[in-house]
């Protein structure tokens, strides 16, 4: 079965760089969302779309940005890289009210 | 608004059984149960909605109270394979994103 697709798998920035990272979800989910999850943390929850319009939005940075495109893939914008944005960066996507399928994940390192 | 989970950590010997709990200062719509191993995306094991449902997965079961805002995880005769970080994620009414709790480390032991 389709899994969501994340990419890319690692990337390296430096400070004040800028990053894009891609989700393609699971086939017919009309719900993604983006995780941030720090070493030895929890995922929290950035933002979410449901059916390409943004419909929650959590501890997202305003350098962040997120949209969801007509074919469903969503991209997340960051901005003036900051060494703290280091991270894991989960993409998951569902039916509403359904369980949540998480990508391999996006690992951002700031150099 | 993160649940907060006990124990943070628990050490077990194969075959002996575990209970994680989830509590929330805030109204509950649903309680999804994740495990996670190091440097991989969380896996999704079962999703409770209020109601006082407990569902079971072979050895892995949960409950959801939704009076007193809290779910446990039960994992009875524990494998190798359950090793990792447990995280509940609470949903509330009308949202679909969820606030995942503080996270369960398990370590299971030959």
């Known amino acids: 079965a389709a899994g969501v697709i994340q990419s890319p798998r690692h990337l390296i920035k430096e400070k004040r760089e800028t990053a894009t990272l891609k989700c393609y979800p699971i086939p017919r989910h009309d719900t993604v969302y983006w995780y941030q999850q720090g070493p030895g943390q929890d995922p929290q929850f950035l933002i979410s779309f449901y059916e390409k319009m943004q419909s929650d939005k959590g501890s997202i940075p305003d350098r962040f940005s997120a949209q969801q495109f007509s074919d469903y893939h969503s991209e997340l914008n960051m901005s003036s890289l900051e060494l703290g944005d280091s991270a894991l960066y989960f993409c998951a996507s569902s039916l509403q009210n359904q369980p949540q399928h998480f990508g391999d994940g996006t690992r951002l390192s700031i150099l | 608004q993160q649940p907060v989970q006990s124990p943070q950590a628990v050490i077990l010997r194969e075959g002996e059984d575990a209970v994680i709990n989830c509590s929330s200062s805030?109204?509950?719509?649903?309680v999804h149960w994740y495990r996670q191993k190091h440097g991989e995306a969380p896996v999704f094991l079962m999703i409770l909605l209020k109601g006082g449902e407990q569902k079971g997965h072979e050895k892995i079961s949960a409950s959801f109270n939704e009076k007193k805002q809290q779910s446990s995880l039960y994992l009875t005769a524990s494998q190798l394979s359950y090793s990792g970080t447990y995280f509940c994620?609470?949903?509330?009414?009308?949202?679909?994103?969820?606030?995942f709790g503080t996270g369960t480390r398990l370590t299971v032991i030959p």
């Open positions: 805030k109204a509950l719509y649903s």
């Open positions: 994620g609470t949903g509330r009414t009308g949202a679909n994103n969820l606030f």
